[in-house]
């Protein structure tokens, strides 16, 4: 597992990241708003967003405002939009059904940095894949707390997915070729894409 692993990470090395596009409309917004802020400004309310919880400081919010001849009102609404479209995107990314769990998650255990350059990439480079290790680590970390055990083991798939509790209290999934892996293990390496059908049924 270990070998395909290294030869998967090595094809993607020298991969650009393919851009994520939107829905025409707002990407005709998105363009719009760029050419009238202007990169420093446009970059000063990216960080702005990240930092204070997707809220634009007054006197940000009033020089944008006047690069796009609007109103304050108008631009909170108009620039709401945008964050809007840029949260539904990073929510399909990793699950509608699980994505503030992952955040939260993130959060919690000194993954705050990780998630901020997955929502830097999301905006500069338009790729969503920086939210992709999140969700992996988040899916690893499911079975370390009581909570998350019965989460799994209450999924619709968990039986077929031969997943089940040993008599310490860890998660294994049966896999019909390599056998009984750890879950943690099973994640990361992605045998049989375990998650793939499992962890849709999980939410928090």
């Known amino acids: 597992m270990d070998a395909e692993r290294e030869q998967k990470e ?3 090395k020298d991969k ?4 994520e596009q939107f829905d025409e409309a707002t990407e005709a917004m998105l363009t719009d708003t760029l050419s009238k802020v202007g990169n420093l400004d446009s970059q000063a309310a990216l960080h702005s967003v990240i ?23 108008a631009t909170k609404e108009h620039v709401g939009h945008i964050i809007e ?20 998650w993130a959060r919690n255990n000194n993954r705050s940095g990780d998630l901020e ?3 830097y990439d999301h905006a500069n480079k338009g790729t969503t894949t920086g939210y992709k290790a999140l969700v992996r680590g988040y899916f690893e970390s499911l079975a370390d707390t009581p909570e ?57």
């Open 10 to 12: 090595e094809a993607l």
């Open 16 to 19: 650009v990241p393919e851009v």
């Open 51 to 73: 930092k204070n919880g997707g809220e634009l400081t007054h006197e940000l919010t009033a020089r944008i405002a006047t690069s796009l001849g609007m109103d304050t009102e």
């Open 85 to 104: 479209q840029f949260r539904k995107q990073a929510h399909a990314a990793v699950g509608e059904n699980i994505a503030d769990a992952v955040w939260e």
């Open 117 to 119: 350059a997955a929502m």
């Open 148 to 204: 998350g055990r019965n989460i799994i083991l209450n999924a619709t798939d968990a039986k077929s997915q031969g997943v089940f509790r040993d008599r310490n209290g860890k998660l294994y999934v049966t896999h019909p070729k390599v056998g009984r892996v750890e879950w943690r293990v099973a994640v990361r390496e992605g045998v049989q894409g375990v998650c793939a059908s499992l962890t849709v049924e999980l939410s928090i």
